[in-house]
């Protein structure tokens, strides 16, 4: 099993530019989950999916931010236009149905830094 | 709302001493998820214990002990004869389980563990 994927692992973009962080949940695992982590507030849920649906998105930042997944081991992460103050590192994670009986498993995340 | 309060910022000890991380959160939900995470200076997050609400033993596994308490809404994390490699930032995170499937994780800030050699 090769965990959860997430790529690229480093990101520098300039402020203004589209970024896109994409992930690949394991395989088998229905809920994928995006998560950022900053200083300041620490690591907070941004959106989560169920069976490739969005479940709850009240997470994300700003309409600047989008998340899809069109497919069961797909999913990206969207920042348009960036800004400095979304410097974070951006887990993605998956987990089966239930948490009881699978926890969540975490990806190696992405550091972006916006410039 | 839910809320996971790790009211340790930063602990330091020396190695071979015990430690124990503290972790009080807030459910208006009775069946929910209990997770220790570690984060290394690597970055990555990784998985250490899930407990559900409705199982409070002690759990041990090595050097590590767990105590769920309900009555206090805490859930507490010990390190027997703490090592170097134990350095680390310890989140404690709760999940509330509803009939939509998984949720999401609610982290607390998170406790900086040194272990001193």
């Known amino acids: 099993d090769a965990g959860v994927i997430q790529s690229p692992r480093h990101e520098v973009t300039e402020m203004g530019q589209e970024v896109t962080l994409r992930c690949k949940p394991i395989?088998?695992?229905?809920?994928l989950f995006w998560y950022r982590q900053t200083m300041m507030r620490g690591l907070e849920l941004l959106i989560y999916?169920?069976?490739?649906?969005?479940?709850?998105d009240s997470g994300m930042p700003e309409d600047r931010f989008s998340a899809k997944m069109p497919n069961a081991s797909f999913s990206t992460l969207k920042i348009q236009p960036s800004e400095p103050r979304d410097s974070a590192v951006y887990f993605c994670?998956?987990?089966?149905?239930?948490?009881?009986?699978?926890?969540?498993?975490f990806g190696s995340g992405t550091r972006l830094t916006v410039v | 709302a839910q809320k996971v309060t790790q009211a340790q910022t930063e602990i330091s000890v020396v190695e071979k001493e015990d430690v124990t991380l503290d972790c009080v959160y807030e459910t208006r939900d009775t069946t929910y998820y209990l997770f220790w995470y570690k984060q290394p200076p690597s970055g990555e997050l990784v998985f250490l214990i899930r407990r559900n609400s409705f199982d409070e033993q002690n759990e041990i596994s090595g050097r590590y002990s767990w105590n769920f308490q309900k009555s206090t809404s805490s859930f507490n994390f010990t390190i027997t004869a703490s090592q170097v490699v134990d350095s680390a930032v310890y989140f404690c995170a709760l999940s509330e389980a509803t009939g939509r499937g998984a949720d999401g994780l609610t982290f607390g800030k998170g406790t900086h563990l040194i272990i001193q050699p």
């Open positions: 395989s088998g695992h229905n809920s």
């Open positions: 999916f169920n069976n490739n649906v969005p479940i709850d």
């Open positions: 994670a998956s987990s089966p149905q239930r948490t009881g009986f699978g926890g969540y498993t």
